[in-house]
């Protein structure tokens, strides 16, 4: 490094200084595009009370299951037991096992203009909502709601009073963020929600 002695103190080049402030800042500048440009995948914490409320569920449907084929071949409601049966098997015990599957595979994905929420088509399926269409990302409790369609504790389209029409993919009633975009809004429950909304926020203003 350049520098001049006088009176026992050193004096570095101006223009080294400016030189190497350049270098930090440009450094500073393609760190952070590197980090708003990299993957993120927020898997969120699955709450154990709506895990196993689900597979009680699971496990009363295959037990109804057993006891209607057991009326059906001794009984004589036989044919109704029997049909009651295969409803059981073939519409109640799947769903209630694509919820669990559902609930132990949602994640939030940070892409580089869009935020994916990954989750399973019973409540509604994936969806890509783009960072310059969010106008606001807070944390949320999660409200109550009329659901229109969707699955109880986990998700899917709901209209709320106080704000209106929103899809809701979570997994537990605790984590609750809000994100408010041009025409719709959404409710997720990502894990550490509050450096996720550090995260995305850095997102939206890096597009902007």
């Not at 990299?38 to 496990?59: D, F, G, M």
């Amino acid at each position: 490094m350049s520098t001049s002695k006088y009176n026992n103190y050193s004096f570095v080049n101006p223009s080294i200084i400016q030189h190497q402030y350049t270098i930090k800042t440009l450094i500073l500048i393609l760190l952070k595009n590197h980090i708003n440009n990299v993957e993120i995948v927020n898997k969120p914490r699955v709450s154990k009370s709506i895990l196993r409320t689900y597979q009680a569920l699971n496990v009363l449907t295959a037990l109804l299951i057993v006891f209607f084929v057991y009326l059906a071949f001794f009984t004589p409601a036989g044919i109704v037991m029997l049909g009651a049966s295969f409803v059981l098997l073939t519409l109640i015990l799947p769903l209630f096992i694509m919820v669990i599957k559902s609930l132990n595979n949602t994640k939030y994905v940070l892409l580089d203009e869009v935020i994916l929420i990954d989750t399973s088509p019973i409540i509604g399926g994936s969806k890509r909502v783009q960072y310059d269409e969010i106008e606001s990302v807070e944390r949320t409790l999660i409200p109550l709601g009329f659901k229109l369609w969707g699955v109880s504790f986990h998700g899917g389209y709901y209209r709320i009073p106080g704000l209106g029409s929103a899809f809701l993919a979570i997994t537990n009633m605790v984590d609750g963020v809000l994100i408010r975009t041009k025409s719709m809004n959404y409710i997720i429950s990502p894990r550490e929600p509050n450096m996720f909304i550090e995260t995305l926020r850095s997102r939206i203003n890096y597009i902007s």
